[in-house]
């Protein structure tokens, strides 16, 4: 009997873990450019939950196989959509091929949230993402002028969970 005893307790051991452990999907359009402060931020918000136990994935528009200016865990993964160059501002066409690779990736990655940095990201990652059903998180230090904006554009069917995200700092 206490074979079975240890099973359901291993059980509801990995039932706890998976219930405050996330996967959770940071976004930015490249770590891999002279880095700014929403780069920074994001390097380590991720790197502190990653250190806590937590599933993390970063995607940029980034090519494969670079450098992110700010470090990242280890246990990190870092996921590239290399479609349009990173580092200019994109066309309408690949904009709207990122929207699709987007939402491809995300249903991959299999995320419970999503956090975009800058309106560069969150506003694609969140068309991309709409119905869904993984809330976003956008952060920017435009205070969501822009998120506000698509989001009157979106059908209500449609329409983002849109948290802003403050960091107060001393």
């Known amino acids: 009997q206490r074979p079975n005893q240890f099973k359901s307790e291993e059980a509801i051991s990995r039932r706890i873990v998976d219930l405050f452990l996330m996967k959770i999907l940071f976004a930015i359009k490249s770590l891999q450019a002279a880095g700014g ?79 975009g940095f800058m309106h560069s990201m969150f506003i694609p990652l969140g068309l991309a993402i709409a119905g869904a059903g993984i809330p976003l998180i956008a952060s920017d230090e435009q205070h969501l002028r822009y998120a506000n904006a698509v989001h009157r554009c979106i059908p209500d069917a449609f329409r983002l969970d849109v948290l802003e995200a403050r960091l107060v700092a001393d």
């Open 37 to 115: 402060g929403a780069e920074r931020v994001l390097s380590e918000i991720a790197s502190g939950l990653a250190a806590r136990g937590h599933e993390i994935t970063v995607l940029t528009y980034d090519p494969p196989g670079g450098q992110s200016w700010y470090s990242l865990h280890p246990a990190i993964e870092w996921v590239t959509i290399e479609i349009g160059d990173s580092q200019s501002p994109a066309r309408l066409y690949e904009t709207a091929r990122r929207m699709l690779a987007l939402r491809q990736r995300v249903r991959e990655i299999g995320p419970k949230v999503v956090v």
